[in-house]
Each structure stands twice: as C-alpha cells, then as structure tokens.
C-alpha cells in the first residue's frame, strides 16, 4: 500500500535515512528530518465509492420546523484506495443526498484522495446566499442550493480519514494540528412528546420521556447533564409561547446556576419585538457565555435585534446558523452587525477546511464560533471533534444531538463514542479514529428500506401526528 520509504516503514525507510545521515544532510532522528527524504510521488487512488443510505431511530423532538419524525435519515460512504484501505464519512441523509453523491463517481474513481479536493473545488461554495440558500424555510440538509457543499464535504471527510488512515495519523493532525485533546460539547434539550424513536416493534426506550413543560425539560437537561457531564446547555426553543421559554430558561438558570452558560435557539420564530423583549428578560441568564441563537428572521432583522439590545446596554450576543450558512452571507452580515457568534457545520459550510477558513475570518471580524448539528452517529460526531479540534477560535463548546441516537442505531464498531466530562477526546488513532460496524450498518440499510421516509420534513410529521392544520408561520410570535 506505501509508496514512499517512511510509509513502507521497516528496511526501506532505515536505508534511506541512513542514506540521508551520510551524505551529511542529518544527523538526528527528529521528524522533521524526514522532508528532506525524497520520496517517490503517492501513487495511490480511489478504487471503490460505497453509499449506504439508512434510517436511525429519532425521538419525537419539536423545533419552529414542526416534528422529528421516528427515523432520520443519514448516508454514510466508504471511499476505499487501491491497496484496501478505507475512509469513511457521514452526512445528510435520504433520496436526494444518495443521488447526489452518485452523480460525482465518475469524478472520483481513480483519482488520487491527496488532491480530490483540487478536482472537485467548483463544488465548494455552493450556490446562491440570503433567505434562498439559508435555513430559514428550509431545514438543514434539504437545500438544494447546499447540495454540492454537502456532498463535497462528505467526500473530502472520506478522503482525510483515508489519507489519516494510511499516514498514520488522526485527522485534526492533517488538517492543522490540534489545539485541545478534547473537544466541549453542549447539552442539547428540546421540547419532546413521549416516545423515543423508531416504529411498532422497532420502537426505542424513551429514556427522557414528555418534556412539554419549564419543569419537565429542567429534569430532561438534569438527567442529560448526569450521563454526559456537560457544563453548557443549549435549549431548542420557538415550540411554546415565549413567556413559557421565558421561564424554562429561568428555571434552568435557578437549577443549575451562573456557571453554566445557556442558550435558546428558536430557529427565527420570533417577531423583532418578542426577539428584544426575551433578550431583555433574559440578560442575566444568557450573559457569561450564553446567546441568543437566530431569535428572528433575516440578517436585516436580525441586525435590528441587535441594535435595540445595545441601546439598552444589553450585551448578549447573537448567534445563527439559520441566515449565515456561506461565505457570501458574511459581508452583509458583517456590514450589518447582524451576528456575532457563527455557527458553523463542516457538514454543509463545504468540510473542514472551509470551517478553518470561515473561523480565521470570523475571528478577523471579531465574530465568535460555535458548532451546529443535526441528528447524527459517531462518526459525525467524531469528524465534528476533529474540526474542532483543529480550529483554534472554536471559542464556544459545540452543540450535539447525540444523547438522542440510541446505541441500537449507531455504525461505529466498538459502540457510541463516549462524552464524558461533556467533552470528546480525539482518540489515539489515526484518521477519524473510528471504524464501520458492517452488521450495524446492514441494520440501519434494512431500516431505511423498511420506512417510508426519504426525506426530512417535519411540517409534515407535525400534521401527521400532532395538528392535522399545523403550518409553520414565521414569524409565530
Ligand atoms: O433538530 O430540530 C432540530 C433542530 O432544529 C435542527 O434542525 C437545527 O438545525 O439544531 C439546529 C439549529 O441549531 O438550528
Ligand atoms: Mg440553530
């Protein structure tokens, strides 16, 4: 599989740093010694593209989106090299995202992994900006103005898991170096109805149970926070009347104090004036660390949000991933003071070096960093630590909905990734540090093809099971 002396390790890797060492070029056995050997270029190329498209079970969870449905959709791929070795990746699922990374084989076979992201570069800024390419009206993962950001993303995680996986060395270390060992992830609370995911016999435990109430979802981050030791929480709003948000929030403060930064998200739900009256009630409890996530719709409202709080002396920051979801977005953004903290998704921002690009650039402007996620396995979860890992102004711990997939779903051999201490630790290993459990992911196929679901669409599913005449209205409130 090596092509060059170190990768081959053993005898032809000795003889030529001797070989180096006497024509008097090295006297040390220091790493970076090793740049000077010259190497025979990497011949090494894609020979196969798999792409598994399955369904996991996902708890009723509510967003202003409308309802999660019993599965979500992922698609994981495998890009495999010529000598065997495999890197994988995860990204959205359904129809559409299969097609998608269907239409760019022919691109990819037999090419080389170290410089696919130069063959496929026209795919990486997607297309449009504003209202159309954001997700205000349409839920991450169904935009199709996002589509080739996606499946560009996807592939290049593939390929530096591959790359990782052949160099010997994790993925956070190709892309930069990583700055932490372990990445801070948040608790991750929603308004849910009963149930905890999947269908009939394939129903999963419901192990948070109804959360449609302030009490009820202060015992739902309780609980998250006793399994997971998070020390941030981020509370999915725009689901009940403001003033009942209001009060969750109050309430989460009141349990678990000023140390925990918290943050509500009611993914653009809000009118201009409920967005600046919940950010005056909720001064103290979003300052230290919290924000206000996309209270409104559209950076000139957004912008406007913003105004009025300072008038007021009130700092709290705001945060989207809903109107900011590409370069282009920045400027106006910027320009506008709309946003102060960005979310972003190697997901769908075009993978992780775009991420490192959008965090230098944010960090310019003075704009602060978290992450956004959607529902999810461990290999997501691990691609997303490595980012973080490699992105020295991440300055806030990133969300995850991981604690709502159950172990009966997740791919990765070996079980889910632990968080403990809120925190994932990038393991030991090279590439993304995990690998496919082949039996799960037959299951996960078998339960894609046993749903009727092809895509996301939680308007639907909230007309299906809670309000035969839901319609989701921005602004509600
Ligand atoms: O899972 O329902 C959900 C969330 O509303 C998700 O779709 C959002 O993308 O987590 C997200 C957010 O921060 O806006
Ligand atoms: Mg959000």
Redesign the pocket.
């Known amino acids: 599989m090596a092509h060059c002396p170190r990768l081959a390790g053993g005898d032809q890797f000795w003889k030529a740093l001797k070989h180096n060492k006497t024509a008097g070029k090295h006297n040390c056995l220091a790493l970076d010694c090793f740049a000077t050997i010259r190497y025979p270029p990497c011949t090494m190329r894609l020979a196969d593209m798999r792409i598994h498209s399955i369904a996991i079970a996902d708890p009723p ?1 509510r ?1 202003s ?1 409308g309802l ?1 449905a019993p599965y979500a959709l992922r698609t994981l791929i495998e890009l495999e090299s010529d000598a065997g070795e495999i890197g994988i990746a995860e990204t959205y699922g359904g129809e559409a995202q299969a097609k998608q990374l269907e239409a760019v084989r022919a691109q990819i076979i037999g090419t080389n992994p170290f410089r696919l992201s130069g063959f496929l570069s026209p795919m990486i800024e997607g297309q449009g900006s504003g209202h159309a390419r954001s ?1 205000t009206y349409q ?2 993962g169904e935009n199709p103005l996002d589509a080739t950001t996606r499946t560009y993303a996807a592939i290049e995680v593939a390929c530096l898991d591959l790359i990782g996986k052949t160099v010997g060395q994790p993925v956070c270390d190709l892309i930069g170096g990583r700055v932490r060992d372990e990445v801070p992830f948040s608790a991750y609370p ?1 308004y849910k109805h009963e149930g905890g995911g999947g269908e009939g016999e394939d129903s999963r435990e419901d192990e948070y149970g109804e959360a449609l109430s302030p009490e009820a979802l202060v015992k739902q981050v309780q609980r998250m926070i006793a399994t997971y030791g998070f020390t941030s929480v981020k509370f ?1 709003g725009g689901v009940l009347e403001p003033d009942i948000e209001i009060e969750t929030i109050k309430r989460l403060y009141a349990a678990l104090g000023s140390s925990v930064p918290l943050r509500i ?1 009611p ?1 653009s739900a809000w009118t201009v004036e409920t967005s600046v009256r919940v950010g005056k009630e909720l001064a103290r409890e979003l300052g230290r660390g919290g924000y206000l ?2 209270p409104t719709e559209g950076l000139e409202n957004m912008a406007e949000v913003r105004r009025r709080l300072v008038e007021k002396g009130i700092e709290t920051p705001l945060a989207s ?2 109107a900011v979801t590409s370069f282009a977005d920045l400027p106006r953004s910027i320009q506008l003071d709309a946003v102060q903290i960005i ?1 972003c998704d190697h997901h769908y921002w075009g993978g992780m070096r775009q991420v490192q690009h959008l965090a230098r650039l944010a960090k310019t402007f003075s704009i602060g960093m978290s992450m ?4 999810h396995l461990g290999v997501s979860l691990m691609a997303m630590a490595h980012v973080a890992a490699a992105t020295p102004h991440l300055n806030y711990a990133c ?1 995850t ?1 991981y604690p709502w997939q159950s172990a009966e779903d997740e791919v990765v051999l070996g079980g889910r990734v632990a968080i403990k201490n809120g925190c994932v630790r990038i393991p030991d290993k090279p590439g993304l540090g995990v690998e496919l459990d082949y039996d799960q992911l037959a299951r996960g196929r078998e339960r894609y093809a046993r749903c009727n679901f092809r895509k996301r669409d ?1 308007e639907a599913e909230m007309r299906r099971r809670v309000d035969p005449n839901w319609k989701r209205i921005l602004p509600r409130w």
Not at 372 to 375: E, G, M, Q, Y
């Open positions: 969870l967003s989106y999660h997700q839920v991450p929603f999915k998200d993914n996530e996309d991933n809903v979310l956004h996620s959607n529902s969300d909905h939680d």
